[in-house]
């Protein structure tokens, strides 16, 4: 992890990436700006080495870019902060777990730190940075160097000091309430699928996908679809077809027999 402009050898992710040099670099890119392709955007598009696979400002619409695309970086440049923002990085994660996640413009202090990397995120770049900063960072992720800017080193230890944060073992999905047909409902928001094409997937009408959402929602004790992307899930049984697809993103939700 790279603290105070040195680098420590330390990676949360120790494998390195280095075969990512060899080509461009895929990146997606969730920002919350609804006019037209902002500075970052362009500056990046026009950046050797980089290819931006896809830009949005629909949560449910990066999710599915990041999901069929399995870019290098996921770039997450929000206004807002706090847990949403964390909840739609682990989301992000979680639908690609292979790709690296940086969260662009944190401002100092900030308190959840830990929380952000237990979302899987692997580098930061703080509210004013440069764009020489940025391209450094996703250089630096790329090779499995995980980057915490000075600023939010002190955030950090102290959360760690107070809490044990990074100690605390992952949520994982009690799903033994649910019914098979919630399973395969869950399965799919896995997938970061939206309702319509859960409807299709499963031939239901949208309103019948709409109620198994809400009761899954309630029997699992989430707030929203995303919460359910951004746990961790243990590797067992689930619905021909849904396994699958959920083993391929190395996540898969647990299920326990009923």
Not at 234 to 252: H, K, R, Y
């Amino acid at each position: 992890m790279i603290f105070n402009g040195s680098i420590q050898h330390q990676s949360l992710d120790p494998a390195p990436r280095l075969a990512q040099m060899s080509k461009h670099i895929s990146i997606v890119l969730l920002e919350d700006s609804a006019n037209a392709p902002s500075e970052i955007v362009l500056r990046i598009r026009a950046q050797p080495g980089f290819q931006v696979v896809a830009v949005s400002a629909e949560i449910e619409v990066a999710l599915e870019a990041v999901r069929t695309s399995r870019p290098d970086i996921v770039l997450l440049n929000l206004q807002q902060t706090g847990d949403d923002t964390q909840t739609i990085a682990g989301a992000l994660h979680g639908s690609a777990p292979a790709s690296c996640v940086i969260v662009m413009g944190l401002e100092a202090p900030q308190d959840d730190v830990a929380r952000f990397l237990r979302a899987g995120v692997s580098g930061f770049t703080m509210v004013g940075a440069s764009f020489e900063t940025l391209v450094d960072t996703i250089h630096s992720v790329i090779r499995g160097i995980p980057v915490l800017p000075p600023e939010l080193t002190h955030s950090l230890f102290g959360q760690l000091k107070l809490h044990g944060v990074l100690g605390r073992p992952p949520r994982t999905l009690d799903v033994s309430r649910l019914t098979p047909r919630e399973r395969e409902v869950a399965g799919l928001l896995v997938l970061g699928m939206s309702n319509r094409k859960i409807a299709d997937r499963l031939d239901i009408a949208l309103h019948t996908v709409k109620s198994h959402v809400h009761r899954v929602l309630t029997k699992l004790s989430v707030n929203n679809r995303l919460e359910i992307a951004s746990f961790s899930k243990a590797p067992q049984a689930l619905p021909d077809g849904i396994a699958t697809e959920v083993s391929s993103l190395a996540v898969p939700l647990p299920v326990t027999s009923m």
